[in-house]
């Protein structure tokens, strides 16, 4: 399919099986572990579940790619599976990853506390600080990872000035592009070697499966692909379905979340209950610039404080009636989370306070609810304030 072809028609016909699997409109399901030997050289060629390559993961991955205008995707087990694999493809004993300051916390944890078991050393850096990348540079740097859009303080950093950064240091770049989706944001038009995301979130946008993926260059797929293998984070081929069948309705599922939550965003801006609301469609967000430049949209997520505190907060949620209390996000519901209890309890109480992450920071993931029920529903659960 043409690279100029719209996204909201790639959604639908980029990486069908031409023909149709038995006349199928409607991918089918190949739910079988492994297939018949047809003469395959290669191990990685031979068709296997594990191996990612069974139909339903080939048709998926072509989709992927198509939408991120990128040679090449794989699906794997979860989005930490993506990004985990990633990391560990192209870092090594005695290697060094810059890595941004404020993550989701799983990633956070991984890096925290876990490369350093493989001996792999890191630092992390200041997205909006582009002198403080360069202090913490060094001879065995070989890869820069950053979020487009932060969880859960919803920073954007300046992305084009994250690749260039690593192009003239010769850097692998790897954006986590979960909270714009393709539909707001495609990093490989932008220069970013790597794309990952939580499929599990908008992609998908049903909450009812885990998986992930990460986009880009043929090449730098394939050496994915072979430490995936050996990992063992494949995605099962029900869920390939489901997420295949889930990614045709993004362009009209995000253009709602992206509309809902600049709505809801400015309600609670206006709100006299409401200590901080972090959004960067809102043009009174420090991060709004940034956003501007590289979004097409603004995305369904943001993150705000309360005054009074966390027990303020907690009963803010409780009062909710159409804002599930729930982690994870993305899905066509409302959700409230707070990022301390749930996304980011894996980090200490130093860590957290040091990216900013308090215990009364609400995050929430605006669902495509009528806007009229959704701010008459926080209007009234805001009433204690």
């Not at 957290?352 to 659960?381: F, T």
Request: hydrophobic fraction near 35%; charged fraction near 20%.
């Amino acid at each position: 399919m043409k690279k100029n072809t719209k996204i909201e028609t790639k959604l639908i016909h980029s990486g069908e099986p031409n023909p149709r699997i038995g006349g199928a409109v409607s991918m089918p399901i190949f739910q079988s572990a492994m297939y018949e030997y047809c003469g395959e050289e290669k191990y990685q060629d031979i068709k296997y579940i594990r191996l990612n390559n069974t139909p339903n993961h080939i048709v998926l991955q072509e989709k992927l790619a198509a939408l991120e205008n990128a040679e090449s995707a794989l699906v794997t087990a979860s989005g930490m599976a993506s990004i985990t694999a990633s990391l560990l493809t192209f870092l090594e004993k005695g290697d060094h990853l810059l890595v941004q300051d404020t993550l989701y916390g799983g990633t956070h944890t991984f890096v925290n506390h876990e490369i350093e078991k493989w001996g792999i050393e890191f630092d992390f850096i200041d997205g909006n600080n582009l002198n403080n990348w360069e202090e913490k540079l060094r001879p065995n740097t070989k890869v820069i990872y950053v979020e487009s859009i932060t969880n859960p303080l919803i920073k954007v950093t300046d992305l084009k000035a994250v690749v260039e950064f690593a192009k003239n240091h010769e850097l692998i770049s790897i954006v986590d592009n979960t909270f714009p989706s393709p539909i707001n944001f495609r990093p490989t038009e932008w220069g970013f070697d790597l794309s990952c995301h939580s499929c599990t979130k908008y992609l998908n946008g049903h909450s009812d499966i885990v998986a992930g993926c990460v986009i880009g260059s043929k090449n730098l797929i394939e050496k994915i692909t072979h430490k995936l293998n050996h990992l063992g984070g494949t995605l099962d081929p029900h869920a390939c379905f489901l997420l295949h069948r889930g990614i045709k309705t993004l362009s009209l599922r995000m253009e709602r979340h992206n509309a809902n939550a600049l709505r809801v965003a400015q309600f609670l801006e206006d709100h006299p209950g409401v200590d901080k609301v972090n959004y960067p469609g809102l043009e009174s967000n420090s991060h709004h610039k940034n956003a501007k430049r590289y979004f097409d949209g603004f995305s369904g997520m943001l993150s705000f404080e309360l005054k009074g505190g966390m027990s303020s907060a907690k009963q803010f949620m409780e009062k909710l009636n159409f804002s599930i209390i729930a982690p994870s996000l993305g899905g066509v519901e409302s959700l409230v989370t707070l990022p301390s209890t749930t996304s980011h309890s894996g980090m200490s109480t130093n860590e957290r306070k040091n990216s900013g992450i308090s215990n009364s920071l609400i995050r929430m993931s605006v669902g495509i609810e009528h806007m009229d029920d959704l701010i008459a529903d926080l209007k009234q659960a805001l009433e204690l304030h």
